[in-house]
């Protein structure tokens, strides 16, 4: 059965501390690898795509790797304004379906 | 404005009242999808368009759920005699080409409340 586990499910960082997010999945042929970011009263905003492990990506703050089996996302340094819901999303081999994650709600402290 | 635009943005019915949401995609976005998002979770996959044919609609929860994009731009999701597990916010994304892993751009969706 395709799954997508999202941990953890809340993390509170202070302001310039560094950390990881993880996102594990199991589908039979990963077509791509989504993160998003949500912020509340919003939908999804596009961050990352990876498509092959050893993949990465980077954009400001955040870097996005992945494996066989997961995904992180390494915030370095945050700040308060890195504050949101951090989604991913796995992309199954005939390409209709996305399978999300329940996502990590990221709180960052000044 | 050049984004996925859905409304209403909330929507407030009563129990076995039947509501219809719409989701304006980016011009020339071929794909569609509709997603509900239950709070604290995330999005789950309801159905998807490729123009105007609904080539996958395995997520739709019942029977009561509809979905249309007769014209392969506006799309409308409808619920029928609704219920109060219907509560959730739907979103709809859109994707420039068909059957491409590429990124999803998101609405902010439809906030619906059944009483």
């Known amino acids: 059965e395709d799954q997508v586990t999202q941990s953890p499910e809340a993390l509170r960082l202070q302001e310039g501390e560094s950390s990881s997010l993880n996102c594990s999945y199991t589908?039979?042929?990963?077509?791509?690898l989504f993160w998003y970011r949500q912020d509340p009263g919003k939908g999804p905003e596009f961050l990352f795509t990876l498509y092959s492990a050893g993949e990465e990506k980077e954009k400001e703050r955040l870097k996005a790797t992945l494996t066989k089996k997961e995904s992180f996302l390494h915030i370095t340094a945050p700040k308060p304004e890195d504050s949101a819901t951090y989604l991913c999303?796995?992309?199954?081999?005939?390409?209709?379906?996305?399978?999300f994650g329940s996502g990590t709600k990221l709180n960052v402290k000044p | 404005g050049a984004g996925v635009s859905q409304s209403p943005r909330y929507k407030v019915a009563k129990r076995g009242q039947d509501v219809a949401l719409r989701c304006d995609p980016i011009s020339g976005h071929v794909s569609l999808f509709w997603y509900q998002q239950a709070l604290g979770q995330g999005p789950e996959f309801l159905t998807y368009f490729q123009n105007e044919a609904q080539l996958d609609k395995s997520g739709l929860p019942s029977d009561r759920f509809f979905a249309e994009r007769p014209e392969g731009s506006v799309s409308t999701l409808k619920i029928q005699r609704t219920q109060q597990e219907d509560s959730a916010v739907y979103l709809c994304?859109?994707?420039?080409?068909?059957?491409?892993?590429?990124?999803?751009?998101f609405g902010d969706g439809t906030r619906l409340s059944i009483l």
């Open positions: 994304a859109s994707s420039p080409q068909a059957r491409s892993n590429q990124p999803q751009h």
């Open positions: 589908v039979s042929g990963l077509r791509g």
């Open positions: 999303a796995v992309q199954v081999p005939n390409f209709n379906k996305f399978y």
